[in-house]
Protein backbone atom coordinates (compact mmCIF):
# COMPACT_ATOMS: atom_id res chain seq x y z
CA UNK A 1 0.00 0.00 0.00
CA UNK A 2 1.17 3.22 -0.52
CA UNK A 3 1.32 5.41 2.73
CA UNK A 4 0.65 8.67 2.83
CA UNK A 5 2.08 11.37 5.45
CA UNK A 6 0.78 13.99 6.31
CA UNK A 7 2.56 17.34 8.23
CA UNK A 8 2.09 19.30 10.68
CA UNK A 9 -1.55 16.93 12.42
CA UNK A 10 -2.48 20.56 13.60
CA UNK A 11 -2.32 23.82 12.47
CA UNK A 12 -2.91 27.18 13.95
CA UNK A 13 -3.26 30.27 11.40
CA UNK A 14 -4.16 33.97 12.16
CA UNK A 15 -7.22 34.92 10.16
CA UNK A 16 -5.79 36.06 6.46
CA UNK A 17 -2.59 34.40 6.76
CA UNK A 18 -1.12 32.02 4.80
CA UNK A 19 -1.42 28.31 5.74
CA UNK A 20 0.90 25.27 4.21
CA UNK A 21 -0.09 21.72 4.59
CA UNK A 22 2.62 19.18 3.45
CA UNK A 23 1.73 15.40 2.12
CA UNK A 24 4.44 12.52 1.50
CA UNK A 25 3.68 9.60 -0.48
CA UNK A 26 6.03 6.58 0.07
CA UNK A 27 5.94 5.90 -3.53
CA UNK A 28 5.90 8.29 -6.71
CA UNK A 29 2.16 8.61 -7.56
CA UNK A 30 3.36 10.36 -10.79
CA UNK A 31 1.94 8.17 -13.50
CA UNK A 32 4.74 8.55 -16.53
CA UNK A 33 2.70 7.72 -19.34
CA UNK A 34 -0.04 10.13 -19.42
CA UNK A 35 2.20 12.80 -16.80
CA UNK A 36 -0.58 13.35 -14.77
CA UNK A 37 -0.41 13.04 -10.34
CA UNK A 38 -2.60 11.18 -8.64
CA UNK A 39 -3.50 13.50 -5.65
CA UNK A 40 -6.25 14.90 -4.22
CA UNK A 41 -6.83 17.10 -1.21
CA UNK A 42 -10.35 17.04 0.73
CA UNK A 43 -11.63 19.41 3.15
CA UNK A 44 -13.59 17.82 6.24
CA UNK A 45 -16.31 19.92 8.35
CA UNK A 46 -18.02 18.27 11.57
CA UNK A 47 -21.46 16.62 10.51
CA UNK A 48 -20.90 17.48 6.71
CA UNK A 49 -19.63 15.33 3.55
CA UNK A 50 -16.28 15.49 2.81
CA UNK A 51 -15.58 18.27 0.23
CA UNK A 52 -12.89 17.73 -2.73
CA UNK A 53 -11.23 20.40 -3.41
CA UNK A 54 -8.19 19.71 -5.61
CA UNK A 55 -6.93 16.72 -7.72
CA UNK A 56 -4.42 16.18 -9.99
CA UNK A 57 -2.56 17.32 -7.40
CA UNK A 58 -3.05 21.44 -8.86
CA UNK A 59 -6.36 21.39 -10.45
CA UNK A 60 -9.33 23.20 -8.41
CA UNK A 61 -12.49 21.60 -7.94
CA UNK A 62 -15.11 23.35 -9.22
CA UNK A 63 -16.77 26.04 -6.68
CA UNK A 64 -13.33 25.54 -4.42
CA UNK A 65 -12.28 29.16 -4.13
CA UNK A 66 -9.03 30.30 -5.45
CA UNK A 67 -7.56 31.00 -2.39
CA UNK A 68 -6.76 27.01 -2.23
CA UNK A 69 -4.13 26.09 -4.19
CA UNK A 70 -2.54 22.34 -4.63
CA UNK A 71 1.13 21.75 -5.35
CA UNK A 72 4.49 19.44 -5.74
CA UNK A 73 4.86 16.41 -7.67
CA UNK A 74 6.46 13.10 -7.03
CA UNK A 75 5.87 12.30 -3.81
CA UNK A 76 6.09 15.64 -2.08
CA UNK A 77 2.50 17.69 -2.07
CA UNK A 78 1.50 20.58 -0.56
CA UNK A 79 -1.68 22.22 -0.21
CA UNK A 80 -1.82 26.25 0.62
CA UNK A 81 -4.75 27.99 1.38
CA UNK A 82 -3.34 31.61 0.91
CA UNK A 83 -5.91 33.88 3.13
CA UNK A 84 -7.47 32.20 5.69
CA UNK A 85 -11.02 32.74 6.42
CA UNK A 86 -13.18 31.43 9.28
CA UNK A 87 -14.61 28.96 7.06
CA UNK A 88 -11.45 27.28 6.29
CA UNK A 89 -11.53 25.46 9.75
CA UNK A 90 -11.63 22.01 9.10
CA UNK A 91 -9.69 18.78 8.82
CA UNK A 92 -7.69 18.28 5.40
CA UNK A 93 -6.85 14.93 4.03
CA UNK A 94 -4.64 14.21 1.04
CA UNK A 95 -5.32 11.06 -1.05
CA UNK A 96 -3.44 9.21 -3.10
CA UNK A 97 -5.63 7.51 -6.76
CA UNK A 98 -2.69 6.34 -8.25
CA UNK A 99 -3.30 2.46 -7.42
CA UNK A 100 -5.81 0.75 -4.94
CA UNK A 101 -5.57 0.45 -2.12
CA UNK A 102 -6.62 3.93 -2.08
CA UNK A 103 -5.10 5.61 1.11
CA UNK A 104 -5.20 8.69 2.67
CA UNK A 105 -3.07 11.13 4.66
CA UNK A 106 -3.90 10.87 8.70
CA UNK A 107 -5.26 14.32 8.11
CA UNK A 108 -4.84 18.10 9.78
CA UNK A 109 -6.20 19.52 11.61
CA UNK A 110 -6.72 23.50 11.05
CA UNK A 111 -7.82 26.15 13.36
CA UNK A 112 -7.66 29.88 13.98
CA UNK A 113 -4.93 31.33 15.53
CA UNK B 1 -26.49 17.87 -8.94
CA UNK B 2 -25.20 14.34 -7.27
CA UNK B 3 -26.60 13.42 -4.07
CA UNK B 4 -25.83 9.99 -2.09
CA UNK B 5 -27.80 9.33 0.46
CA UNK B 6 -26.37 5.99 3.10
CA UNK B 7 -28.75 4.17 5.23
CA UNK B 8 -29.20 1.07 7.55
CA UNK B 9 -28.55 0.13 10.96
CA UNK B 10 -26.62 2.17 13.56
CA UNK B 11 -26.30 -0.25 15.94
CA UNK B 12 -24.52 -3.61 15.30
CA UNK B 13 -23.60 -6.72 17.28
CA UNK B 14 -20.27 -8.08 17.39
CA UNK B 15 -19.83 -10.77 14.78
CA UNK B 16 -22.76 -10.00 12.73
CA UNK B 17 -23.07 -8.18 9.61
CA UNK B 18 -23.11 -4.74 8.75
CA UNK B 19 -25.22 -3.87 5.64
CA UNK B 20 -25.50 -0.18 4.38
CA UNK B 21 -27.20 1.10 1.25
CA UNK B 22 -26.05 4.32 -0.82
CA UNK B 23 -29.23 5.70 -2.84
CA UNK B 24 -28.26 7.98 -5.89
CA UNK B 25 -30.14 10.70 -7.45
CA UNK B 26 -29.57 13.78 -9.64
CA UNK B 27 -27.68 11.18 -12.05
CA UNK B 28 -27.23 7.24 -13.15
CA UNK B 29 -24.80 5.34 -11.73
CA UNK B 30 -23.90 4.09 -14.99
CA UNK B 31 -20.31 4.75 -15.96
CA UNK B 32 -19.01 5.63 -12.73
CA UNK B 33 -17.02 4.30 -9.68
CA UNK B 34 -19.08 4.09 -6.88
CA UNK B 35 -16.54 3.63 -2.96
CA UNK B 36 -17.03 3.30 0.35
CA UNK B 37 -14.70 4.71 2.57
CA UNK B 38 -15.22 4.73 6.71
CA UNK B 39 -13.72 7.04 9.30
CA UNK B 40 -13.33 5.29 12.59
CA UNK B 41 -13.85 7.59 15.73
CA UNK B 42 -10.78 9.90 16.19
CA UNK B 43 -9.21 8.02 12.76
CA UNK B 44 -8.29 9.00 9.42
CA UNK B 45 -10.08 7.75 6.44
CA UNK B 46 -9.89 4.34 5.22
CA UNK B 47 -11.01 3.28 1.46
CA UNK B 48 -12.81 -0.25 1.53
CA UNK B 49 -13.69 -1.01 -1.90
CA UNK B 50 -15.41 -0.12 -5.34
CA UNK B 51 -18.45 -1.31 -7.82
CA UNK B 52 -18.34 -0.09 -11.86
CA UNK B 53 -21.85 -0.88 -13.14
CA UNK B 54 -20.41 -3.29 -15.28
CA UNK B 55 -20.17 -5.11 -11.88
CA UNK B 56 -16.28 -4.58 -11.87
CA UNK B 57 -15.25 -4.33 -8.20
CA UNK B 58 -11.91 -3.91 -6.28
CA UNK B 59 -11.60 -4.23 -2.48
CA UNK B 60 -9.18 -3.04 -0.08
CA UNK B 61 -6.87 -6.22 0.91
CA UNK B 62 -7.28 -5.37 4.78
CA UNK B 63 -11.05 -6.38 4.33
CA UNK B 64 -11.77 -8.03 1.48
CA UNK B 65 -12.19 -11.50 3.31
CA UNK B 66 -15.24 -10.01 4.90
CA UNK B 67 -16.75 -7.57 2.74
CA UNK B 68 -19.32 -7.27 -0.54
CA UNK B 69 -20.09 -4.45 -2.87
CA UNK B 70 -23.33 -4.62 -4.83
CA UNK B 71 -25.32 -2.34 -6.80
CA UNK B 72 -29.06 -2.21 -7.96
CA UNK B 73 -28.96 -0.26 -11.31
CA UNK B 74 -32.89 -0.66 -11.25
CA UNK B 75 -33.11 1.68 -8.20
CA UNK B 76 -29.88 3.35 -8.52
CA UNK B 77 -28.02 1.83 -5.89
CA UNK B 78 -25.21 0.52 -4.29
CA UNK B 79 -24.94 -1.42 -1.06
CA UNK B 80 -22.00 -2.60 1.48
CA UNK B 81 -22.04 -5.60 3.42
CA UNK B 82 -19.36 -6.58 6.12
CA UNK B 83 -19.65 -9.30 7.95
CA UNK B 84 -18.28 -10.42 11.39
CA UNK B 85 -18.20 -7.10 12.50
CA UNK B 86 -16.10 -6.23 16.24
CA UNK B 87 -16.05 -2.49 17.75
CA UNK B 88 -12.97 -1.79 15.53
CA UNK B 89 -15.43 -1.69 12.70
CA UNK B 90 -17.45 1.44 14.62
CA UNK B 91 -16.69 3.93 11.96
CA UNK B 92 -18.50 6.83 10.08
CA UNK B 93 -19.33 4.95 6.93
CA UNK B 94 -19.55 7.11 3.65
CA UNK B 95 -20.57 6.56 0.32
CA UNK B 96 -18.62 8.21 -2.72
CA UNK B 97 -18.42 8.36 -6.31
CA UNK B 98 -15.26 7.78 -8.08
CA UNK B 99 -13.97 9.60 -10.95
CA UNK B 100 -12.58 6.53 -12.88
CA UNK B 101 -11.13 3.44 -11.98
CA UNK B 102 -8.21 5.91 -10.49
CA UNK B 103 -9.75 8.92 -9.68
CA UNK B 104 -10.64 11.23 -6.76
CA UNK B 105 -14.18 11.46 -5.19
CA UNK B 106 -15.92 13.92 -6.45
CA UNK B 107 -19.73 13.53 -4.17
CA UNK B 108 -19.95 12.32 -1.06
CA UNK B 109 -23.12 11.07 1.13
CA UNK B 110 -23.06 12.78 4.68
CA UNK B 111 -22.07 10.05 6.20
CA UNK B 112 -23.94 6.87 8.45
CA UNK B 113 -22.36 6.11 11.99
CA UNK B 114 -22.33 2.46 12.83
CA UNK B 115 -21.56 1.33 16.19
CA UNK B 116 -20.48 -2.07 16.67
CA UNK B 117 -22.00 -2.97 20.18
CA UNK B 118 -23.78 -5.78 22.37
Known amino acids: DIVMTQSPDSLAVSLGERATISCKSSQSVLYNSNNRTYLAWYQLKPGQPPKLLIYWASARESGVPDRFSGSGSGTDFTLTISSLQAADVAVYYCQQYYNTPYTFGQGTRLEIK | QVQLQESGPGLVKPSETLSLTCTVS????????WSWIRQPPGKGLEWIAY???????KYNPSLKSRVTISDDTSKNQFSLKLTSVTDADTAVYYC????????????WGQGTLVTVSS
Open chain 2, 51 to 57: IYYSGTT
Open chain 2, 26 to 33: GGSIGYYY
Open chain 2, 96 to 107: ARGVGSSGWFDF
